[in-house]
């Protein structure tokens, strides 16, 4: 099986390849516990080579790319660039998670659809501070504070979920960091009642990578817990949602387990180099389609769930990898 995955990654790279959807979504996940046995032993050992070939490869790619740029250097470069992107960038994190935030909280869920909050004091507290965080990103009304809630709200996943689920939502974390540093900026109740609306320049350069470094983290987790730890899951999540195309590409020994291990390994190659910072605007543009094709199929579970890793890449298409003081990649 990790023979034909290794060989399939070059094709599903080049196709449209529905990698990233979060198969606990859409079916559950109770009776797949995770796979620790020797054949995911093997499985992460080719995982940790297909990472270190995706280093190298986006190393490559980041060398060439400094010479082309979509934007040029000297508009990234100006004050004056800089302040018209710190006053949408914010605001527009802010109101994709305000959007999924709600809808978690009205359906008291931690987060995401598998992730029932229990029916007490603990679970609706939660929900309440979910929506309450909403409205905080959407208003720009104490948007620092409801950051730091929604950072908070993590040791309560832990307590609740426990390690495995709580970590394949680290990109949240990454944006109420980001909040907390920025706040939602000019656009904002914040601004209007004289609250602070510009960060302290001792953080700032700390804000985009802790967002790059945490939403990669989550796609590296999440292609480990849900893939190649847990093959079941995905093959049962491809039962009901028939993704392996590879058949109809003339690969008819193709199985669905060799599908889920050939797209894991592609998810934690390309969490570890969005994490990395090599290449930040190609992979960002390279992840685009894998990130919306599943949108027709799955519908609006997976585009709630997805809003707010869609305002992260966003942000790191436009402003880039933030390993240097300006704008570049």
């Known amino acids: 099986m990790i023979r034909k ?35 995911a032993f093997r499985r992460t050992l080719l995982a940790l080579a297909v990472v270190a070939a995706a280093l190298g490869l986006a190393y490559l790619v980041e060398r060439a790319w400094q010479r082309f740029r979509p934007v040029s250097a000297a508009a990234t470069e100006s004050s004056e660039a800089m302040r018209r992107l710190l006053a949408w960038i914010p605001l527009i994190l802010a109101l994709h998670i305000a959007v999924a935030l709600m809808v978690s909280g009205v359906q008291r869920q931690y987060f995401a659809p598998n992730l029932i ?17 909403a409205l905080s990103f ?8 409801g950051a730091a809630v929604l ?9 609740l979920f426990g390690v495995v689920d709580t970590l394949e939502h680290l990109e949240l974390l990454g944006i109420g960091l980001f909040l907390v540093i920025f706040g939602r900026g000019p656009y904002a109740l914040d601004a209007i009642f004289g609250s602070p609306a510009r960060p302290s320049p001792r953080w700032v350069p700390l804000a985009v990578p802790l967002l790059r470094v945490l939403a990669g983290a989550a796609i590296v987790w999440l292609g480990f817990s849900e893939k190649l730890w847990n093959v079941q899951l995905g093959l049962a999540f491809l039962e009901r949602h028939p993704f392996n195309f590879m058949p109809a590409l003339g690969f008819p020994g193709f199985s669905n387990a060799d599908f889920v291990v050939a797209a894991g390994l592609i998810e934690v190659a390309m969490g570890a180099v969005i994490a990395s910072g ?11 389609v894998p990130f919306n094709l599943t949108l027709p199929f799955l519908g609006w579970v997976e585009l709630v769930g997805h809003l707010p890793m869609y305002a992260i890449m966003g942000v790191l298409l436009l ?5 240097r003081a300006g704008l570049r990649p």
């Open 117 to 133: 909050l229990p029916r007490n004091l603990v679970g609706g507290m939660t929900a309440l501070l979910e929506i309450v965080v």
């Open 5 to 39: 995955a290794t060989a399939a990654i070059a094709i599903l790279l080049a196709t449209p390849a529905p990698a990233l959807a979060h198969e606990k979504w859409f079916v559950d996940p109770s009776p797949y516990p995770l796979q620790l046995d020797p054949a």
């Open 151 to 159: 950072a908070l709200l993590f040791p309560v996943g832990l307590l």
């Open 319 to 323: 402003w880039g990898s933030g390993k």
């Open 278 to 288: 090599l290449a930040t605007r190609p992979v960002i543009l390279l992840a685009w």
């Open 138 to 145: 959407t208003y720009g009304a104490l948007t620092r504070g």
